[in-house]
Nanobody, 128 residues
Framework: EVELVESGGGLVQAGGSLRLSCATS????????IGWFRQAPGKAREGVAC????????YYRDSVKGRFTISKDNVRNTVYLQMGSLKLEDTAVYYC?????????????????????WGKGIPVTVVS
């Protein structure tokens, strides 16, 4: 059974940091690229960051560049999203998702279109 389980979310003050984890199982981790997505209340889901399984290359949406870092642990089959300098507008439910490599730019720019597997999501709330 495929599972992607997010953890590490919660309430944080603006300017603070959180690290999200996405623990995966049930598929060959090395064959899949992993992305983080988010959906704020009343808004469409959007791609936040992704990481390539082949060369570790990364992609970030413009609004998180320089503040968020995606990384992966191939031993633990886990992907992380380190979030810093958090802003009120980062408040959302965050999801991790997997796509058989290579992940497409469309998946990141069209809110996860074509992703194969999804986690259930975890809320992140940034307060002033």
């Amino acid at each position: 059974e495929v599972e992607l389980v997010e953890s590490g979310g919660g309430l944080v003050q603006a300017g603070g940091s959180l690290r999200l984890s996405c623990a995966t199982s049930g598929f060959t981790f090395d064959d899949y690229d992993i992305g983080w997505f988010r959906q704020a209340p009343g808004k469409a889901r959007e791609g936040v960051a992704c990481i390539s399984t082949s060369d570790g290359s990364t992609y970030y949406r413009d609004s998180v560049k320089g503040r968020f870092t995606i990384s992966k642990d191939n031993v633990r089959n886990t992907v992380y999203l380190q979030m810093g300098s958090l802003k009120l507008e980062d408040t959302a439910v965050y999801y991790c998702a997997a796509q058989r490599a290579p992940i497409t730019l469309a998946s990141m720019t069209i809110g996860g279109y074509g992703m194969d597997y999804w986690g259930k999501g975890i809320p992140v709330t940034v307060v002033s």
